[in-house]
């Protein structure tokens, strides 16, 4: 029955997250972390700014997953038998939010670190440079260029298989700015081992081949060696 009213209206909106809320285990889990980083934006007295834009990204997060549980109900209603664009749509309004989630992720460490890691530093976090901003800037350029490389390529699945390896190039993107970091010899050398290891394991599991695993490895050291030779 359509609301009359406008206190209706909202009634409905709010049985309705409510309903998303207990039937989802990852809206709930959403709203724990929004819960937490709010806390954390009080504890560390963020700017008006700061606190806008952590807000924001909390707001956007469980706003997609709040459209992803309606498209998912509305196509279970539709069909009940399995259907390639039934999954298709599920499958998208699925990586709305974990595109959304990564953007929260990355907004939120941005404008936490500064507060984290300098307790001691009452300059704000968005008038200097984020601890790390080279790193996770590299990192997110070398995933989106992978994932538009296995769309090109559209082999294997998104976490198994496919060019290039994934596993390989974040591996070898991470090692990469460890170098730059200015870690001990010793700490360099262990990320390399790790970063070879992964891609060693990716061979050993035959999900890539040599030459995929290759390709990674370039695509995530070149990406982040020139992003830090132009940028630093």
Known sequence: MKPKSWLESLNCAIEGILWAVKSERHL?????AALAVLLLA???KVTAL???LL???AVLVIFAELMNTAIE???DLVTEEYHELAKRAKDIAAGAVLVTSVGAVTLGYLVLSGHIFSLLDSEPTLIREPQGTLPVGALLLVVILVVLLK???NKGTPLHGGTPSGHAAVAFSIAVSTVFSGSGFLIILLVMLLATLVSQSRLLMKI???REVLLGATLGTVVTLLVF???H
């Open 229 to 231: 030779l132009f940028f």
């Open 208 to 210: 890539h081949t040599p």
């Open 55 to 57: 807000v924001l990204a």
């Open 42 to 44: 009080l504890f560390f």
């Open 73 to 75: 109900t509305l196509v």
């Open 28 to 32: 709930r889990y959403h709203f724990s």
């Open 50 to 52: 700061e606190f806008f």
């Open 151 to 153: 769309a090109r390529y």
